[in-house]
């Protein structure tokens, strides 16, 4: 826009262009797209929630095994109280939607309520159906933990969650030198090891197994088989390397002025963005050029933009 290149040279100007720019960032946007997000992220929640409604219903609960978290003492209670799964799902889940409509922000209660209640009906309409692997606690945990992981790495994805456990680590983490991951395993494990006095002992650890998978899951769905990583690389044959890197990986590349911390010398540093495939080939490509070339390599959980698209290689 005209507004962000326009040269500046006083205090006025400033002022001017910063007016600009507060009513450009305050135009709404396409509602049309506002729509299209909402449908989008509704319909992934209802996968996901209907996806772990199934891991629960006809793998993991017709024989006895367990997820972690509240969906884990939810199981517990509907077992004990022979009341439905759903019904504990729904109200052992609300208070933390309170705190986390407080704390986290209403966007992301509102689609965990969403998600918590679709799963609810969903374990409800499916009770009464028959198990795929009765009496089979081991093909149970992994079938049902493949198939609750992804259900719960959907729901992530759009904004939700379907199980307070980790809005309470949240919070929490705050609070305390633990970390959320730390946290979640801590009362996890307690709760996974508590199903050995409703269930059984073989079925706590097949519930571990089960939680294990489920976990291994969430994080392939949400980052992805083919995870990106982006790849920080210094070399004084910054120019042959990034040349190599289009040629041979089909990727662009982007040049970044840099200056070492103790020589204070001007420096090119190439940035681009891989999948972890491609990992092995680009060091190979930097190895060719340079030897001694710096590189640093670090994940990332999403790409959006640019051009990250491949281009043909040869």
């Given at each position: 826009?005209?507004v962000?290149?326009?040269?500046?040279?006083?205090l006025?100007?400033?002022?001017?262009?910063?007016?600009?720019?507060?009513?450009?960032?305050?135009?709404?946007?396409?509602?049309k797209?506002?729509?299209?997000?909402?449908?989008?992220?509704?319909?992934?929640?209802?996968?996901?929630?209907?996806l772990m409604?199934?891991?629960?219903?006809?793998?993991?609960?017709?024989?006895?095994?367990?997820?972690?978290?509240?969906?884990?003492?939810?199981?517990m209670?509907?077992?004990?109280?022979?009341?439905?799964?759903?019904?504990?799902?729904?109200?052992?889940?609300?208070?933390?939607?309170?705190?986390?409509?407080?704390?986290?922000?209403?966007?992301?209660?509102?689609?965990?309520?969403?998600?918590?209640?679709?799963?609810?009906?969903?374990?409800?309409?499916?009770?009464?159906?028959?198990?795929?692997?009765?009496?089979?606690?081991?093909?149970?945990?992994?079938?049902?933990?493949?198939?609750?992981?992804?259900?719960?790495?959907?729901?992530?994805?759009?904004g939700?969650?379907?199980?307070?456990?980790?809005?309470?680590?949240?919070?929490?983490?705050?609070?305390?030198?633990?970390?959320?991951?730390?946290?979640?395993?801590?009362?996890?494990?307690?709760?996974?090891?508590?199903?050995?006095?409703?269930?059984?002992?073989?079925n706590?650890?097949?519930?571990?197994?089960?939680?294990?998978?489920?976990?291994?899951?969430?994080?392939?769905?949400?980052?992805?088989?083919?995870?990106?990583?982006?790849?920080?690389?210094?070399?004084?044959?910054?120019?042959?390397?990034?040349?190599?890197?289009?040629?041979?990986?089909?990727?662009?590349?982007?040049?970044?002025?840099?200056?070492?911390?103790?020589?204070?010398?001007?420096?090119?540093?190439?940035?681009?963005?891989?999948?972890?495939?491609?990992?092995?080939?680009?060091?190979?490509?930097?190895?060719?050029?340079?030897?001694?070339?710096?590189?640093?390599?670090?994940?990332?959980?999403?790409?959006?933009?640019?051009?990250?698209?491949?281009?043909?290689?040869?």
């Amino acid at each position: 826009m005209s507004v962000v290149s326009k040269e500046v040279h006083n205090l006025s100007e400033i002022t001017d262009v910063t007016g600009e720019l507060t009513k450009i960032s305050k135009i709404p946007a396409n509602p049309k797209n506002k729509a299209k997000r909402l449908f989008q992220r509704a319909a992934m929640i209802i996968f996901g929630a209907a996806l772990m409604a199934v891991g629960l219903e006809i793998f993991l609960v017709p024989n006895g095994v367990i997820d972690g978290g509240v969906t884990g003492i939810s199981i517990m209670a509907s077992k004990i109280t022979g009341y439905p799964l759903g019904i504990f799902l729904t109200l052992l889940n609300l208070p933390f939607l309170v705190i986390g409509y407080k704390q986290i922000g209403k966007t992301f209660a509102l689609s965990t309520l969403f998600g918590i209640i679709v799963m609810s009906i969903g374990t409800t309409l499916l009770h009464s159906v028959n198990a795929l692997t009765p009496g089979e606690p081991l093909l149970g945990a992994i079938f049902g933990g493949v198939i609750l992981g992804v259900g719960v790495g959907l729901v992530i994805r759009s904004g939700g969650s379907l199980d307070g456990t980790e809005i309470v680590a949240i919070l929490v983490s705050e609070k305390t030198p633990f970390s959320v991951g730390e946290i979640v395993l801590f009362v996890n494990i307690f709760i996974l090891g508590s199903a050995g006095f409703v269930f059984g002992w073989p079925n706590a650890l097949y519930s571990m197994i089960a939680y294990y998978i489920a976990m291994k899951m969430i994080d392939i769905t949400i980052e992805g088989l083919d995870q990106s990583k982006s790849v920080w690389i210094i070399s004084e044959k910054y120019r042959d390397i990034g040349d190599a890197l289009t040629d041979r990986l089909g990727r662009g590349v982007t040049y970044l002025e840099g200056e070492g911390g103790f020589t204070g010398e001007s420096k090119k540093v190439i940035f681009v963005v891989i999948t972890r495939l491609e990992e092995a080939k680009l060091k190979n490509i930097v190895e060719d050029w340079d030897p001694h070339a710096f590189v640093a390599i670090g994940n990332i959980h999403d790409v959006k933009g640019g051009r990250f698209k491949k281009k043909g290689i040869h």
